[in-house]
């Protein structure tokens, strides 16, 4: 807890940002535990949120693969579809508390960017959202997301034009202007006081799938599986059961192949040590330090670097590490919509592609819990264009040539 997860986490910035982050880590002392604040994200996750998210039972599953049984945790029926919100919107309401009237976010694929414009929507912010060129180009379902929020969007025309610009365009805008504009992060990572904060405002899932499993089963699950990207998902459900007897499994994107470019495995010992975005921990890099191009079926799990705390917890091997490819994950994301009527996103489904290896080798006896983060209604583009590529592709030429035909008009 706190700055420092073993030699990973820190706070790496310049000296114009300190004051900023000192502001926020003070923020984060007082008004977090303070009781109207807790009081009122307490009723926003249950009345906005839709929390508790439903921990269930796939009778299906458990019965095709023949050994431990199966048990998801939802957290894609949260709104906007996945767990992001819940870390959104605690940085948001805490942003108002504090006085703020704008917040900034930076985002990749646009997931976080999604749930940063709907808390600011719901808590009467505005709201600016940093998006690489190329990003902003390749995710516009997102990109049209966020606009119906009344978030503006900001595309970045810096550097390779995705992410890690976008990050520090929205740092410039923060130090910029600190007095009324509070920087949301998406993940369990970057400079302390964000990767406390973030699992602070994720650890409701775990809380919540440790007390459903209790009820449902009379006793704890042996192994929880989660994706990682930067963490937060993981994080978040893992924190109540890292004193208990539970194997912790997060499973990375595989992608295609262990070449660099081909994956975003941190964990599997093809990462090294570095300081970036403000904090230590391993990220992909080649001999020169140069963060290495990445690859995932998912949106979301691509990132070069993870959270510091999970870093730690995969270095002592309190939580497991794995991996999973692209080809398994698209097996495992139909093998549950037919099975179990649930559609997972990308992300989510890395984890149950890895849960269905094990599971057959487990005792019926035993339980385990897939954590669904997100559901995969917005990955349709990516799904539905590997699966029936042929067919999408005539789909997208006509839908583009009824936009042309109407535009002319
Ligand atoms: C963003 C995202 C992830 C990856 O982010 P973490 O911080 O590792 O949780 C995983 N699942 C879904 C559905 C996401 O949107």
Not at 7 to 25: D, I, M, R, S, T
Not at 261 to 272: C, I, Q
Request: with cysteine.
């Amino acid at each position: 807890m706190g700055k420092w997860f073993g030699e990973f986490g820190g706070q790496y910035v310049a000296e114009v940002l300190k004051p900023a982050l000192l502001e926020l880590e003070n923020a984060v002392s007082t008004i977090i535990p303070s009781k109207s604040f807790q009081d009122t994200y307490a009723a926003m996750l249950l009345e906005y949120v839709g929390r508790p998210t439903p921990l269930y039972f796939a009778e299906n599953l458990t019965r095709q693969l023949g050994g431990a049984k199966i048990y998801i945790k939802l957290e894609g029926l949260a709104n906007t579809g996945a767990h992001k919100i819940n870390n959104a919107l605690g940085q948001v309401l805490l942003a108002r508390t504090m006085g703020k009237r704008r917040v900034i976010a930076e985002t990749g694929a646009g997931q976080h960017g999604v749930a940063v414009a709907a808390a600011a929507a719901k808590l009467g912010l505005s709201c600016e959202v940093y998006m690489g060129e190329i990003d902003v180009q390749r995710q516009q379902p997102n990109v049209f997301l966020m606009r119906q929020f009344g978030a503006s969007v900001k595309p970045v025309a810096d550097g390779t034009r995705t992410l890690k610009d976008a990050v520090n365009a929205a740092l410039k805008e923060w130090v910029r202007d600190p007095d009324t504009t509070a920087y949301v992060l998406g993940s369990a990572l970057g400079p302390y006081p964000y990767p406390d904060m973030v699992r602070g405002f994720q650890r409701v899932i775990g809380d919540e799938t440790r007390r459903q499993v209790l009820d449902q089963t009379g006793r704890l699950p042996s192994e929880l599986f989660a994706c990682c990207g930067g963490g937060s998902n993981a994080i978040g459900i893992f924190t109540a059961f890292l004193d208990d007897p539970v194997r912790l499994t997060a499973v990375e994107a595989g992608g295609t192949g262990n070449a660099p470019g081909e994956h975003a495995s941190r964990m599997n010992g093809l990462s090294k040590t570095g300081i970036v975005e403000g904090y230590k921990s391993y990220f992909l890099q080649d001999d020169d330090g140069q963060i290495q191009p990445t690859h995932s079926i998912s949106a979301g799990l691509d990132y070069a670097g993870i959270g510091p705390e999970l870093a730690e917890l995969g270095r002592t091997g309190r939580v497991v590490f794995t991996s999973a490819r692209d080809g398994e994950v698209l097996a495992a994301f139909q093998q549950t919509a037919r099975s179990e009527g649930i559609l997972f996103a990308l992300e989510s489904a890395h984890a149950a592609a890895a849960a269905f290896k094990k599971v057959p080798h487990m005792d019926k006896n035993d339980s385990i819990v897939i954590h669904m983060s997100g559901r995969g209604d917005k990955d349709l583009f990516i799904t539905a264009g590997a699966l029936y590529t042929e067919e999408w592709a005539k789909f997208l030429r006509q839908e583009a040539d009824r936009l042309e035909r109407q535009a002319e008009r």
